[in-house]
């Protein structure tokens, strides 16, 4: 069973720093294509990076140079390392991983949420001005 576990949101100042964790078990294909999400209310879910075994990764444009993505896989667990946090990054974010062995370091990845079947349960994280 495919369990992804997310931790590592709350509530900064604008300007402060979050680092998000995904615990990923029960997944065949982790070393390939993985994901972060992030879905503000009454927004549609956005993708935010992406990362795959080729060492590719893919950011959205307004989180460019603010965001990195990474994967420590001895402990099978993806980062997203958030730093000059903006009150429009409040939102709810998700890891996610697609049903199949897939690379997706290009930008069509980050705009196709329904390519991923496996998602956490999200971690809430709210940036205050």
């Known amino acids: 069973q495919v369990q992804l576990v997310e931790s590592g949101g709350g509530s900064v100042q604008a300007g402060g720093s979050l680092r998000l964790s995904c615990v990923v078990s029960?997944?065949?294909?982790?070393?390939?294509?993985m994901a972060w999400f992030r879905q503000a209310p009454g927004k549609e879910r956005e993708g935010v990076a992406t990362l795959d075994s080729s060492g590719g990764t893919n950011y959205a444009d307004d989180v460019k140079g603010r965001f990195t993505i990474s994967k420590d896989y001895a402990k099978n667990t993806l980062y997203l390392q958030m730093n000059s946090l903006k009150p429009d990054d409040t939102a709810m974010y998700y890891c996610?991983?697609?049903?199949?062995?897939?690379?997706?370091?290009?930008?069509?990845?980050?705009?196709?949420?329904?390519?991923?079947?496996?998602w956490g349960q999200g971690t809430q994280v709210t940036v205050s001005s």
């Open positions: 029960g997944y065949t294909y982790s070393r390939y294509c």
């Open positions: 996610a991983a697609p049903s199949y062995r897939t690379l997706c370091s290009d930008p069509y990845w980050l705009g196709q949420p329904t390519n991923f079947k496996y």
